[in-house]
């Protein structure tokens, strides 16, 4: 619990296998240290047809970039360190990847999850932004 709120470790559940059909996260994978076993947490608790809808910052025209890793229980910079805002931490959170083309695969390479990524870009709607990818990451079993 932070402030009264839940707050899960993705990379180590305790939530039952197969127990949602709906997993929602917004814009935290990039913070994550370990998120091959986030991603493989996050299949094991979804329903078989169950899906993980998500959003990340996404470069899509360049490869991804690890900012910075977990090595012998500290953080080692592998770039400059950059953070974003987080509201139950007033330091902000680690950016430690910029995920690029590279991340369905890495996610279905670490977890079986087929994504696919959603862009709508509609100025009548009032709809464009930078980063405005939804994905959508589904257990097909």
């Known amino acids: 619990m932070k402030h ?6 993705l990379e180590q559940q305790t939530f039952k296998d197969a127990e949602f059909d709906l997993v929602v996260t917004q814009d935290v994978f ?3 240290l370990d998120p091959a076993r986030a ?12 899906a993980h809808v998500f959003t990340v910052p996404w470069y899509y025209w360049k490869k991804t970039l690890l900012r910075a890793i977990s090595e012998n229980g500290s953080i080692k910079y592998l770039e400059k360190p950059d953070y974003h805002g987080n509201p139950i931490d007033p330091n902000g959170s680690l950016v430690v990847r910029e995920w690029g083309w590279d991340l369905c695969d890495f996610i279905y390479t670490h977890s079986g999850l087929t ?4 862009r ?3 100025e009548s709607r009032g709809i464009k932004a930078e980063f405005i990818e939804v994905f959508i990451s589904r257990k097909t079993e």
Do not use: Y
């Open 39 to 50: 991603f493989s947490e996050i299949a094991r608790t979804l329903k078989p047809d169950g």
């Open 115 to 118: 994504t696919t990524a959603i």
């Open 120 to 122: 709508i870009n509609d």
């Open 30 to 32: 990039e913070h994550i």
């Open 4 to 9: 009264g709120f839940g707050s899960e470790n």
